[in-house]
Structure formats: structure tokens, C-alpha cells
């Protein structure tokens, strides 16, 4: 007996274990981009590729994980089996009953590359496939062509864009929680390509850069600019990895996952590698500033030739790399399906080379108007951490230690040019590394006491005293770094100083205005230096859009200095770099104060209805 109470435990805890790793997806194919779908609810009946439609659980399906790879994947709305039913090529694939001995009901993913899959069915070595470019079209098995996108599937975790959360209730004078659900919006707004977050009524999709399209246009310059958008994804993906909890409670995790999945699926087409796997190439800039400055456009009005830029042996550009590396492995940490042993292999692949090939972009044909006055071992050493962070293998995060050596962290923090604050924090946070411990808790302590290189306004901004362009270009990554340490070593040593300065970007400031689009109130952000909320059209006036959740680039001298004009670029010209910066502390403050977001019903009622400025 008490073998068989073992047993009875053993095949509970199994039970338990297939339960714990289930998840309700949407299985899409990748030629008309359909989903699977089931027809009835009775046994034994065929399943389809149906275009999408939210509502039906017969598109959503339970994935139980098996291990190595395996799953079945069980319908929501009839309750049985994705089920193959013969070993013949180009037979059907139905629902059936679950019979935990079939091989027929198991499903091996195989990674395809651009975080898609195949499905292998264990039993017969076949492959899933759609086989007509329709609605309602026929799924069978078949033999393997590498060259069918019908072979090809994505998984989306139902929820994501949908899931609201428990959040707290607002305890401070701003709404925490909303500022930070705006801020996905301004990624969205500017997405190049075929659109994965379809809020905002005036976008639609654009494809004008060939195979590389996707990934955001810059500062409303419609310009990719790699060293930008590589940190912005460095730093959204970091935010998401420290501030899990916290945005899993604010419905915001699966909004955070979508903006970095757009960004890296462009680092991932334009990473080119060789046979073997190696770093061929690797694009780093679409467009430049003699093609498109000049025309203001908006994305979707943008048809010209745009220029490519990419580094290679030939062309150096380590710090471009190593920055697309820390992308890749912060990110193999945030997003599920197959990306992350994906991003975990070329996050390496892009670090490799990297080190093999140093020497920085501007230097040697790759044309940006980002100039790196601090040399690549920042970013080298960023790279470095997000494979150690992708492996677990120390040695990168002490290639990391070692490679940057600087005594001093700029005041200048962030974006495309300094990423030794972010460095610092991260090894202070990760590793048994006293010296930077020190050294980033004197950086974030100059930043509370308005030390060397930093001024106070009258109203209590803090910022660097020779600043004459965006000053959230370095406030708001500052704030970041604050933010993931504080929350890491659970310390409230400069809560005080976050709060004071995301309280004054929100509105608490001599002016009373916020300086994140959308929030609380119209009477900013009509004519920013921004073609894609402009309209297009002119140059000058107000703006036909809204750029929700868009932090401007703000103040430069004093509290007044802010001018809401369209050529006023310095002040109020929102970039990538200053919204995923300012996403971890609108989290921190969260997570010490509340705030509860918009439903997503109201939130999307409020997007549809906006009809100008007051």
C-alpha cells in the first residue's frame, strides 16, 4: 500500500507538472498569416486556417509542454487534441479525445528562424501545413520544404495586449500606472513595416525598406538609427526582466513584450549570418539624414529608395554589435516561444564578432549621426552582460568588469552615446563587484545632492548643467538606472529624488505641464517635431494626431524655456532612447505608490475618439 500511495503521488505531481506548463496560445501561419483553427465540437473533425478572430476559442489552444520540445496542444472550445491522423504525406490533421500513448497527438517545435517554428508530429515525422492562401483552408501533414512559409508558425500567448492585471490603487498625486501604459503607444506610432500593434487609428502599414522592414522610425525623422534603437531595446527588455511582477500586476508585461518582439524581429532579419552561423553582417542604419531630413512625410507617405548601412569585416563597428548583442540577450529573458535559445545564439554569434572585429561605426564607412565620444568598451561591456545574462556563463560578465574601466560615469547617460551607468548598475546588481557597487550608488547619489556637472531649475528639475538639447536624453536613463538598482537592492535611499523628478515630467512643474504626451491634459504636445503626428502635410501648424505616451525632450536652461513648436527640436522632439528610459522608474513609482491604468476597452475608446486639440 504505501508503494502504491507513492505512485498515486508520483502521477499527481506528473499531473501537476503538464498543467504548470500549459499556456493558451494562437497558433498563425506564416504565408497568409492565418490562424489555426478548429470546426466543431465534436471528435475526429478537420482543422483549418481561419483569418483571426479574437473572440473564438476555437483559435485558442493549450500548449502542454512535455519536454524537449514536445507538446500537445488541446482546443479551448471543443476540449480535444490536435491529432494527426495517418503516416501518409499531405493527410488530414484533426480534433480528438486525448489518448496520452499517441504519438499522433505530439508536436515537436523546430525552430525556423525570425522567432517562428515548424511542428514535427512525433509519430510521423511530418510537418504541419496550411495549403492554400484562403480563409478557411485545409491544415495537413506533410514532408518538409524549408521554402514554405505554410510550414512556418508563430505562437501568441492569449492575453498578450489583452491581459488587464490586478493593479493597486493611485496613493500619489499622479497616475503611475497610466503614464507607464501610455508609453507603448509612442513605439507603436512609430513602427516601420507591417504593423504589430494596430491601436492608434491613424497608422497603417508601411514597407519601404525591402527585407529589413520593421523597426522604428527616430525622433520623427523616419530614420532607423541602429545605436538607438539597439539600447532602446536593450533598456525596454532590461525593465521588463527587473519590473516583471510589477508590470504582470499592472497588465502591461505582454504591452512591453510586443514593442521589444517588433524591434528585435528587425534585429533578427538584419543580422545576415554565414554556413556556420557566424556574423556575416549586420544592418545598422535605414535612410540617412541627406535622404529623408529634408521631406516630411510620414511613414506610410515615405515610397523613395532609402539607402542601407551595415557593418562587416570590412566596415568595423564593434559598438554597433555589442549594443545589438545586449538587445538579443536582455530580450532572450523576456520573450517566450522560440526566441530565446534563438536570441541566446546570435546574442553570442553578434559578441564574437564583435570583439573580433573592434572599431567603431563612424570610423569606417557606416554613416550615422551618432558620434561615440567614449570609445566601444561601454558598449562591449553591455554586450557582455546580455550573454551573460542569455548563459549564465560568468565569464562574459567579467569580460564585462574588465573591459570598462572607467573611474568616472558620465553625467551624460544613455541612449546612443554612454552605456557605463547601465554597465555599472547591472554589475553592482549581478556580481560581487564592491568597487562598482560604489561607484554607481556615488553616481545616483551626484544626481539626488545636484553635484558636479548638474543644476537645479527653481521648480526642482535636475539636469546636466550644460545641456542645450533634450534634457530627458540623460534624466531619464539616470532615473532607469535608480530605478532597477533601488528595486534589485531593495533600498529607498533615492525614492525621494525619482519621485520629484517623475512628478515634475507629469505635470508638477511651474508651468503645470506634462512632458508625456497625453497625459492629463491636450494643452501641450500639439506641434511636435514629429512628421507621423504632424500629418505630413506642413511643416508648421497643429498637429493632426495625438503622440500618446511621447516624452519630449523638455526643458534646457530653466523651467520656462519650453517652447511647443514643431522647430523647436531641441525641447519638444521625442526619441526611442528617452521612452524606453523612462519606462523603469514610471514602474518604480508605480510599485511604491500605485495607479491603476485605463481598461483596455476605454483606453482603446479613447484612442478611436480623440478629435484634436482643445
Same mark, same amino acid.
Request: with cysteine.
Given at each position: 500500500?504505501?508503494?502504491?500511495?507513492?505512485?498515486?503521488?508520483?502521477?499527481?505531481?506528473?499531473?501537476?507538472?503538464?498543467?504548470?506548463?500549459?499556456?493558451?496560445?494562437?497558433?498563425?501561419?506564416?504565408?497568409?498569416?492565418?490562424?489555426?483553427?478548429?470546426?466543431?465540437?465534436?471528435?475526429?473533425?478537420?482543422?483549418?486556417?481561419? +483569418?483571426?478572430?479574437?473572440?473564438?476559442?476555437?483559435?485558442?489552444?493549450?500548449?502542454?509542454?512535455?519536454?524537449?520540445?514536445?507538446?500537445?496542444?488541446?482546443?479551448?472550445?471543443?476540449?480535444?487534441?490536435?491529432?494527426?491522423?495517418?503516416?501518409?504525406?499531405?493527410?488530414?490533421?484533426?480534433?480528438?479525445?486525448?489518448?496520452?500513448?499517441?504519438?499522433?497527438?505530439?508536436?515537436?517545435?523546430?525552430?525556423?528562424?525570425?522567432?517562428?517554428?515548424?511542428?514535427?508530429?512525433?509519430?510521423?515525422?511530418?510537418?504541419?501545413?496550411?495549403?492554400?492562401?484562403?480563409?478557411?483552408?485545409?491544415?495537413?501533414?506533410?514532408?518538409?520544404?524549408?521554402?514554405?512559409?505554410?510550414?512556418?508558425?508563430?505562437?501568441?500567448?492569449?492575453?498578450?495586449?489583452?491581459?488587464?492585471? +490586478?493593479?493597486?490603487?493611485?496613493?500619489?498625486?499622479?497616475?503611475?500606472?497610466?503614464?507607464?501604459?501610455?508609453?507603448?503607444?509612442?513605439?507603436?506610432?512609430?513602427?516601420?513595416?507591417?504593423?504589430?500593434?494596430?491601436?492608434?487609428?491613424?497608422?497603417?502599414?508601411?514597407?519601404?525598406?525591402?527585407?529589413?522592414?520593421?523597426?522604428?522610425?527616430?525622433?520623427?525623422?523616419?530614420?532607423?538609427?541602429?545605436?538607438?534603437?539597439?539600447?532602446?531595446?536593450?533598456?525596454?527588455?532590461?525593465?521588463?526582466?527587473?519590473?516583471?511582477?510589477?508590470?504582470?500586476?499592472?497588465?502591461?508585461?505582454?504591452?512591453?513584450?510586443?514593442?521589444?518582439?517588433?524591434?528585435?524581429?528587425?534585429?533578427?532579419?538584419? @543580422?545576415?549570418?554565414?554556413?556556420?552561423?557566424?556574423?556575416?553582417?549586420?544592418?545598422?542604419?535605414?535612410?540617412?539624414?541627406?535622404?529623408?531630413?529634408?521631406?516630411?512625410?510620414?511613414?506610410?507617405?515615405?515610397?523613395?529608395?532609402?539607402?542601407?548601412?551595415?557593418?562587416?569585416?570590412?566596415?568595423?563597428?564593434?559598438?554597433?554589435?555589442?549594443?545589438?548583442?545586449?538587445?538579443?540577450?536582455?530580450?532572450?529573458?523576456?520573450?517566450?516561444?522560440?526566441?530565446?535559445?534563438?536570441?541566446?545564439?546570435?546574442?553570442?554569434?553578434?559578441?564574437?564578432?564583435?570583439?573580433?572585429?573592434?572599431?567603431?561605426?563612424?570610423?569606417?564607412?557606416?554613416?550615422?549621426?551618432?558620434?561615440?565620444?567614449?570609445?566601444?568598451?561601454?558598449?562591449?561591456?553591455?554586450?557582455?552582460?546580455?550573454?551573460?545574462?542569455?548563459?549564465?556563463?560568468?565569464?562574459?560578465?567579467?569580460?564585462?568588469?574588465?573591459?570598462?574601466?572607467?573611474?568616472?560615469?558620465?553625467?551624460?547617460?544613455?541612449?546612443?552615446?554612454?552605456?557605463?551607468?547601465?554597465?555599472?548598475?547591472?554589475?553592482?546588481?549581478?556580481?560581487?563587484?564592491?568597487?562598482?557597487?560604489?561607484?554607481?550608488?556615488?553616481?545616483?547619489?551626484?544626481?539626488?545632492?545636484?553635484?558636479?556637472?548638474?543644476?537645479?531649475?527653481?521648480?526642482?528639475?535636475?539636469?546636466?548643467?550644460?545641456?542645450?538639447?533634450?534634457?530627458?536624453?540623460?534624466?531619464?536613463?539616470?532615473?532607469?538606472?535608480?530605478?532597477?538598482?533601488?528595486?534589485?537592492?531593495?533600498?529607498?535611499?533615492?525614492?525621494? @529624488?525619482?519621485?520629484?523628478?517623475?512628478?515634475?515630467?507629469?505635470?508638477?512643474?511651474?508651468?503645470?505641464?506634462?512632458?508625456?504626451?497625453?497625459?492629463?491634459?491636450?494643452?501641450?504636445?500639439?506641434?511636435?517635431?514629429?512628421?507621423?503626428?504632424?500629418?505630413?502635410?506642413?511643416?508648421?501648424?497643429?498637429?493632426?494626431?495625438?503622440?500618446?505616451?511621447?516624452?519630449?525632450?523638455?526643458?534646457?536652461?530653466?523651467?520656462?524655456?519650453?517652447?511647443?513648436?514643431?522647430?523647436?527640436?531641441?525641447?519638444?522632439?521625442?526619441?526611442?532612447?528617452?521612452?524606453?528610459?523612462?519606462?523603469?522608474?514610471?514602474?518604480?513609482?508605480?510599485?511604491?505608490?500605485?495607479?491603476?491604468?485605463?481598461?483596455?476597452?476605454?483606453?482603446?475608446?479613447?484612442?478611436?475618439?480623440?478629435?484634436?486639440?482643445?
Amino acid at each position: 500500500m504505501k508503494y502504491l500511495h507513492y505512485l498515486n503521488v508520483i502521477i499527481l505531481l506528473m499531473f501537476l507538472c503538464a498543467n504548470a506548463f500549459a499556456e493558451t496560445v494562437r497558433l498563425k501561419e506564416n504565408w497568409g498569416n492565418r490562424y489555426l483553427s478548429a470546426t466543431s465540437k465534436e471528435p475526429w473533425e478537420l482543422v483549418k486556417a481561419a +483569418n483571426l478572430n479574437s473572440a473564438w476559442d476555437s483559435q485558442k489552444w493549450e500548449e502542454e509542454a512535455l519536454g524537449n520540445n514536445v507538446y500537445r496542444y488541446k482546443n479551448k472550445w471543443s476540449g480535444h487534441y490536435l491529432t494527426s491522423t495517418s503516416t501518409d504525406a499531405a493527410s488530414d490533421i484533426k480534433t480528438a479525445p486525448l489518448n496520452s500513448t499517441w504519438d499522433s497527438q505530439k508536436w515537436k517545435r523546430i525552430n525556423a528562424g525570425n522567432g517562428q517554428f515548424r511542428l514535427q508530429n512525433i509519430w510521423t515525422g511530418k510537418y504541419l501545413n496550411n495549403t492554400a492562401n484562403a480563409n478557411w483552408s485545409n491544415v495537413e501533414q506533410n514532408n518538409l520544404n524549408n521554402s514554405w512559409g505554410s510550414m512556418k508558425w508563430t505562437r501568441s500567448v492569449v492575453g498578450s495586449t489583452n491581459n488587464e492585471g +490586478n493593479p493597486k490603487e493611485q496613493r500619489s498625486t499622479h497616475n503611475y500606472g497610466h503614464a507607464l501604459q501610455l508609453t507603448p503607444l509612442f513605439f507603436a506610432a512609430n513602427q516601420m513595416g507591417n504593423l504589430t500593434d494596430t491601436r492608434l487609428p491613424w497608422r497603417s502599414n508601411t514597407n519601404t525598406d525591402g527585407q529589413y522592414s520593421g523597426g522604428w522610425g527616430d525622433a520623427g525623422d523616419n530614420i532607423l538609427f541602429g545605436k538607438a534603437q539597439f539600447s532602446a531595446i536593450a533598456s525596454m527588455c532590461v525593465t521588463a526582466y527587473i519590473f516583471k511582477d510589477e508590470l504582470q500586476e499592472l497588465g502591461q508585461f505582454d504591452e512591453l513584450q510586443l514593442q521589444a518582439k517588433h524591434g528585435i524581429d528587425f534585429l533578427l532579419k538584419a @543580422h545576415e549570418r554565414d554556413s556556420n552561423g557566424d556574423t556575416k553582417s549586420l544592418v545598422v542604419q535605414l535612410s540617412d539624414s541627406a535622404t529623408d531630413h529634408h521631406r516630411w512625410l510620414t511613414l506610410e507617405q515615405t515610397t523613395h529608395w532609402r539607402p542601407v548601412y551595415k557593418i562587416d569585416k570590412n566596415n568595423h563597428g564593434s559598438d554597433y554589435a555589442a549594443l545589438a548583442a545586449a538587445a538579443m540577450g536582455f530580450c532572450s529573458k523576456v520573450l517566450g516561444g522560440t526566441y530565446p535559445d534563438t536570441l541566446k545564439n546570435q546574442a553570442q554569434k553578434l559578441l564574437t564578432f564583435a570583439k573580433q572585429n573592434r572599431g567603431l561605426g563612424e570610423n569606417n564607412g557606416v554613416v550615422t549621426v551618432y558620434k561615440n565620444s567614449n570609445g566601444d568598451e561601454d558598449e562591449m561591456a553591455l554586450g557582455a552582460l546580455g550573454v551573460y545574462l542569455a548563459t549564465g556563463n560568468t565569464s562574459h560578465r567579467d569580460y564585462a568588469n574588465t573591459i570598462m574601466d572607467d573611474s568616472y560615469l558620465s553625467m551624460w547617460a544613455g541612449g546612443f552615446e554612454h552605456q557605463e551607468q547601465l554597465v555599472s548598475t547591472l554589475l553592482a546588481i549581478w556580481g560581487n563587484y564592491p568597487d562598482r557597487d560604489a561607484q554607481i550608488r556615488t553616481y545616483f547619489d551626484t544626481w539626488k545632492d545636484v553635484g558636479a556637472d548638474l543644476k537645479r531649475t527653481a521648480g526642482g528639475y535636475v539636469l546636466h548643467d550644460s545641456n542645450n538639447w533634450g534634457s530627458s536624453g540623460s534624466v531619464a536613463p539616470a532615473l532607469m538606472n535608480m530605478a532597477i538598482y533601488a528595486k534589485a537592492k531593495n533600498t529607498n535611499r533615492w525614492d525621494a @529624488h525619482i519621485k520629484s523628478q517623475i512628478d515634475y515630467l507629469l505635470g508638477s512643474n511651474p508651468v503645470n505641464m506634462p512632458y508625456l504626451c497625453g497625459f492629463n491634459t491636450n494643452s501641450n504636445c500639439t506641434q511636435i517635431h514629429h512628421r507621423g503626428a504632424s500629418g505630413g502635410a506642413n511643416f508648421s501648424g497643429v498637429n493632426e494626431n495625438m503622440l500618446w505616451g511621447a516624452l519630449l525632450g523638455g526643458v534646457t536652461e530653466n523651467d520656462y524655456d519650453f517652447v511647443d513648436d514643431q522647430q523647436n527640436w531641441t525641447g519638444n522632439e521625442p526619441t526611442v532612447h528617452y521612452n524606453a528610459s523612462i519606462q523603469a522608474p514610471l514602474i518604480y513609482m508605480y510599485k511604491k505608490h500605485g495607479g491603476r491604468p485605463l481598461s483596455n476597452s476605454a483606453l482603446q475608446t479613447k484612442l478611436n475618439n480623440w478629435n484634436g486639440f482643445d
